[in-house]
Protein backbone atom coordinates (compact mmCIF):
# COMPACT_ATOMS: atom_id res chain seq x y z
CA UNK A 1 0.00 0.00 0.00
CA UNK A 2 2.88 1.79 -0.42
CA UNK A 3 1.20 4.50 -3.21
CA UNK A 4 -2.33 5.16 -1.16
CA UNK A 5 -5.31 3.73 -0.58
CA UNK A 6 -7.99 2.85 -2.82
CA UNK A 7 -12.02 3.11 -2.52
CA UNK A 8 -12.11 -0.85 -1.78
CA UNK A 9 -9.05 -0.95 0.98
CA UNK A 10 -10.69 2.02 2.54
CA UNK A 11 -14.02 0.22 2.55
CA UNK A 12 -12.70 -3.14 3.99
CA UNK A 13 -10.69 -1.35 6.79
CA UNK A 14 -13.93 0.24 8.08
CA UNK A 15 -12.63 4.09 7.13
CA UNK A 16 -14.82 6.74 6.31
CA UNK A 17 -13.39 10.04 4.80
CA UNK A 18 -15.22 13.12 5.53
CA UNK A 19 -15.12 16.17 3.05
CA UNK A 20 -14.85 19.93 4.32
CA UNK A 21 -15.55 22.82 2.17
CA UNK A 22 -13.11 25.85 3.06
CA UNK A 23 -15.61 28.66 1.53
CA UNK A 24 -18.66 27.67 3.00
CA UNK A 25 -17.87 25.64 5.74
CA UNK A 26 -19.63 22.26 5.46
CA UNK A 27 -18.90 18.67 6.07
CA UNK A 28 -20.04 15.78 3.85
CA UNK A 29 -19.08 11.83 4.71
CA UNK A 30 -18.36 10.35 1.13
CA UNK A 31 -20.14 7.76 -0.12
CA UNK A 32 -17.40 5.36 -0.51
CA UNK A 33 -19.39 2.10 -1.63
CA UNK A 34 -21.04 4.40 -4.51
CA UNK A 35 -17.70 6.26 -5.59
CA UNK A 36 -16.14 2.58 -5.80
CA UNK A 37 -19.18 1.92 -8.24
CA UNK A 38 -18.55 4.60 -10.14
CA UNK A 39 -14.39 4.69 -9.95
CA UNK A 40 -13.88 1.44 -9.43
CA UNK A 41 -11.95 -0.91 -6.45
CA UNK A 42 -9.23 -0.35 -7.35
CA UNK A 43 -9.39 3.38 -8.59
CA UNK A 44 -6.94 5.21 -5.82
CA UNK A 45 -8.97 6.89 -2.97
CA UNK A 46 -6.52 9.12 -1.45
CA UNK A 47 -6.86 13.10 -0.91
CA UNK A 48 -4.27 13.96 -3.75
CA UNK A 49 -6.36 11.97 -6.34
CA UNK A 50 -9.72 12.73 -4.70
CA UNK A 51 -9.27 16.93 -4.24
CA UNK A 52 -8.84 18.23 -7.82
CA UNK A 53 -12.36 16.15 -8.88
CA UNK A 54 -14.25 17.35 -5.85
CA UNK A 55 -16.61 20.36 -5.81
CA UNK A 56 -18.71 21.51 -2.63
CA UNK A 57 -22.75 20.53 -3.39
CA UNK A 58 -23.62 23.66 -1.43
CA UNK A 59 -21.85 26.77 -2.77
CA UNK A 60 -19.78 24.98 -5.62
CA UNK A 61 -16.19 26.09 -3.91
CA UNK A 62 -13.64 23.99 -4.77
CA UNK A 63 -11.72 24.36 -2.00
CA UNK A 64 -12.30 21.19 -0.41
CA UNK A 65 -10.08 19.22 2.31
CA UNK A 66 -10.33 15.62 3.39
CA UNK A 67 -10.54 13.81 6.64
CA UNK A 68 -9.64 10.07 6.78
CA UNK A 69 -10.38 8.74 9.48
CA UNK A 70 -11.51 5.15 11.33
CA UNK A 71 -15.30 4.77 11.32
CA UNK A 72 -15.62 4.12 14.83
CA UNK A 73 -18.55 5.69 17.57
CA UNK A 74 -16.48 7.54 20.59
CA UNK A 75 -18.27 5.94 23.39
CA UNK A 76 -17.17 2.60 21.50
CA UNK A 77 -13.43 3.72 21.81
CA UNK A 78 -13.67 5.41 25.45
CA UNK A 79 -15.13 2.11 26.93
CA UNK A 80 -12.48 -0.06 25.43
CA UNK A 81 -9.67 2.14 26.80
CA UNK A 82 -11.37 2.40 30.31
CA UNK A 83 -11.74 -1.50 30.19
CA UNK A 84 -8.38 -2.44 29.69
ZN1 LIG B 1 -19.11 25.10 0.12
Redesign the pocket.
Known amino acids: MSDGWTFQELIEAGMSVTGG?L??H?HHKLDLPALRDRFGADAPAMEWDLRPRMK?G??G?KRITLTYSPDTSPKELHRKIVLS
Request: some cysteine; overall charge neutral; glycine content about 12%.
Open positions: CDCRCVCG
